[in-house]
């Protein structure tokens, strides 16, 4: 089964600082990876997502992941945090086709920014 | 692309009272659509999900249903709402294979 683990459950960086936000998944195939922000009160917002090729991908709001397959790791970063970038943080897998079923969610980080 | 319409924003409603909550998309056709979860400091739960019209598939026994009476409406509905129904419902969709789940701004359901 697969399955998707954020460590951090809450993360408080100042602003200006760098930001890495851990994701560990289970997956017994290809994984089809993805990162979500959601505001407070809002939907999931998709930041990035990998399934092949180059394993650093470049999504919007200036954010990155690494896709390393040796750790089961898709790590999300950011060089410099924003005050505006304070919400909560969605790493998710899935299968690349065959199943409706869709995604696995972890179950977020919460990213406070400091000024 | 497409756009999620979900409604209303916010509910609250007395346990023992009905539900349905709607959920329409724009910019695209014979979607896959999905009805999540989100229960306060918790990760996403998949409710249902649906393939086409009339095609339901449940993931979790409840005390909620869902249908989808055209291609772009999905609905979430329940008979007799429970306390523990409260929570964030957040619509999605996937209009094909290998792209991203799309997601509408939820429904905040406080069941009192």
């Known amino acids: 089964a697969q399955s998707v683990t954020q460590p951090d459950i809450h993360i408080t960086v100042s602003e200006g600082a760098s930001l890495e936000l851990r994701c560990n998944y289970s997956?017994?195939?290809?994984?089809?990876l993805f990162w979500y922000v959601q505001s407070p009160g809002q939907g999931l917002q998709l930041l990035l997502k990998?399934?092949?090729?180059?394993?650093l991908v470049q999504g919007i709001k200036g954010f990155e992941a690494e896709f390393k397959r040796s750790q089961s790791s898709f790590n999300l970063r950011k060089p410099s945090v924003h005050w505006s970038d304070a919400a909560e943080y969605f790493c998710?897998?899935?299968?690349?086709?065959?199943?409706?079923?869709?995604?696995?969610f972890g179950s977020g980080t919460q990213l406070t920014v400091l000024p | 692309s497409q756009t999620i319409h979900q409604w209303p924003a916010t509910l609250v409603q007395p346990v023992g009272s009905p539900l349905s909550l709607e959920c329409t998309v724009e910019?695209?056709?014979?979607?896959?659509l999905y009805w999540y979860r989100q229960a306060a400091g918790r990760g996403l739960q998949l409710l249902f999900y649906s393939v086409g019209i009339g095609q339901i598939s449940s993931e979790v026994p409840q005390n909620l249903s869902a249908s989808r009476p055209q291609d772009r409406q999905f609905i979430l509905s329940s008979k007799k709402l429970l306390l523990s129904d409260s929570g964030f419902y957040l619509c999605?969709?996937?209009?094909?294979?290998?792209?991203?789940?799309?997601f509408g701004n939820g429904t905040r359901l406080t069941v009192t």
């Open positions: 990998y399934f092949s090729g180059d394993t």
């Open positions: 999605a969709c996937r209009d094909r294979e290998l792209s991203p789940l799309h």
């Open positions: 998710a897998v899935g299968p690349y086709s065959g199943s409706a079923r869709q995604l696995t």
């Open positions: 910019g695209t056709s014979n979607p896959n």
């Open positions: 997956y017994g195939a290809t994984p089809y």
